[in-house]
T-cell receptor, first 117, second 113 residues
Framework: GAVVSQHPSRVICKSGTSVKIECRSL??????MFWYRQFPKQSLMLMAT?????????EQGVEKDKFLINHASLTLSTLTVTSAHPEDSSFYIC?????????????FGSGTRLTVV | GEDVEQSLFLSVREGDSSVINCTYT??????LYWYKQEPGAGLQLLTY?????DMKQDQRLTVLLNKKDKHLSLRIADTQTGDSAIYFC?????????????FGKGTHLIIQP
């Protein structure tokens, strides 16, 4: 149980275009989802916390207008990279907390490798 | 904010035990986690420990927590080639709450035949 499905797994896009990444909780409801970015050989950095029905909370240094997050339902959060540039190329991973508001587990999607050319 | 540190590489022989170490700075960390990441994949939760525990064992995995020194370790007994991956230590302030996790940079476990 507690599976998070993330799509696409890989995407290549041209500079200036937008890319949408989806994160779905398959067998549970996720009121809160998290978006991370991972640079090569580096740790995962939390970008933003996505809350169902309200605005996302962005970490310091993350551009809200560039990384648009929508969490319109209890099972779906999306991250849209707008006007992508090569420096946005990275591995993006979503995560959801399992077990409701007091849950202690986090389950992760399989990640999206974004390459901007 | 919280800082989580790990060594970047660990090389062990197949069949030996692997011990991956992690230190963290925030004494308020409530839960500490170990995740495994295989190449190009997401994260797989291996185990977690609550801050009021000092040891947790789960089959080949043993987690030790020294809260006084803010030191966490993961021991993998009888290391196999399939254990080759990057292992991330992560901390959570409230065990969930509204916050995500703070990750270390990951330890790349290399298995020698």
């Amino acid at each position: 149980g507690a599976v998070v499905s993330q799509h696409p797994s890989r995407v290549i896009c041209k500079s200036g275009t937008s890319v949408k990444i989806e994160c779905r909780s398959l067998d549970f409801q996720a009121t809160t989802m998290f978006w991370y970015r991972q640079f090569p050989k580096q740790s995962l950095m939390l970008m933003a916390t996505s809350n169902e029905g309200s605005k996302a909370t962005y970490e310091q240094g993350v551009e809200k207008d560039k990384f648009l997050i929508n969490h319109a339902s209890l099972t779906l959060s999306t991250l849209t990279v707008t006007s992508a540039h090569p420096e946005d190329s990275s591995f993006y991973i979503c995560s959801a907390r399992v077990g409701g508001i007091s849950g202690i587990g986090y389950t992760f999607g399989s990640g999206t490798r974004l390459t901007v050319v | 904010g919280e800082d989580v540190e790990q060594s970047l590489f660990l090389s062990v022989r197949e069949g030996d035990s692997s011990v991956i170490n992690c230190t963290y700075t925030d004494s308020s960390s409530t839960y500490l986690y170990w995740y495994k990441q295989e190449p190009g994949a997401g994260l797989q939760l291996l185990t977690y420990i609550f801050s009021n525990m000092d040891m947790k064992q789960d089959q080949r995995l043993t987690v030790l927590l020294n809260k006084k020194d803010k030191h966490l370790s993961l021991r993998i007994a009888d290391t196999q080639t399939g254990d080759s991956a990057i292992y991330f230590c992560a901390s959570s302030y409230s065990g969930g709450g509204a916050d995500g996790l703070t990750f270390g940079k990951g330890t790349h476990l290399i298995i020698q035949p």
